[in-house]
């Protein structure tokens, strides 16, 4: 559900590279999912080997919005360099009201408009680094779940073939004839010397 509501505020901010990791991100949960109800260990191997790639992803996000290493949250590196989109929560957060100026004055941006926020009560790139944040917590929570379902299950599959479920003789079966004996009867009926007892 945090997926998904990320992935909605990353559609409306056009930002590309989130909604991809997003759309991988909940395809995975899916496949965790269905491995843990359906008893399949590697579906879950799967989970959490990417939920160790979905926390560098968020780390770099985090790093992003708060420009370290000579990254700057006003690059497009986002959006694919594709457009100049940036977070919707740059203009759409909590308290912000937005402004448009018209720039008829000046040669060259007719039609054109000036955009200002003000007002915001939380400037949107802490917005960004408490998602990111949230899904490096439920990600790790993820990852010992995940670990702790496989430890279950390897345990649970041991356990039954020592106690004999993978053995190809059952303890516990029925006796029957073996098949050599069923065709010896079958050819003795049929045999011309079989009915010699009633041709007479």
Not at 44 to 62: H, L, R, S
Not at 151 to 173: C, K, M, N, R, W
Request: hydrophobic content about 45%.
């Amino acid at each position: 559900l945090a997926a998904l509501e990320r992935q909605v505020f990353d559609f409306l901010g056009y930002q590309w590279a989130p909604i991809l990791a997003n759309f991988l991100h909940i395809i995975i949960v899916i496949l965790g999912l269905f491995g843990t109800i359906q008893y399949r260990p590697r579906y879950i191997v799967v989970y959490a080997i990417w939920t160790a790639i979905w926390v560098t992803w968020n780390i770099f996000i985090i790093c992003f919005y708060l420009e370290v290493g000579g990254l700057s949250k006003d690059s497009e590196l986002l959006t694919f360099n594709i457009s100049r989109h940036q977070s919707w929560w740059s203009e759409n957060g909590p308290g912000c009201v937005r402004k448009e100026a018209s720039m008829s004055g000046i040669k060259g941006l007719d039609n054109h408009s000036y955009i200002s926020v003000i007002g915001c009560a939380l400037e949107y790139r802490y917005i960004e680094v408490m998602h990111s944040s949230f899904q490096i917590l439920i990600a790790l929570v993820g990852f010992v779940y995940a670990c702790y379902v496989v430890s279950v299950f390897t345990e649970e599959e041991d356990s039954f073939d020592f106690i004999g479920g993978f053995d190809p003789f059952p303890l516990y079966h029925v006796n029957e004839k073996p098949t050599n004996l069923l065709f010896k009867q079958t050819y003795l009926l049929l045999s011309p010397t079989g009915f010699s007892g009633t041709e007479g």
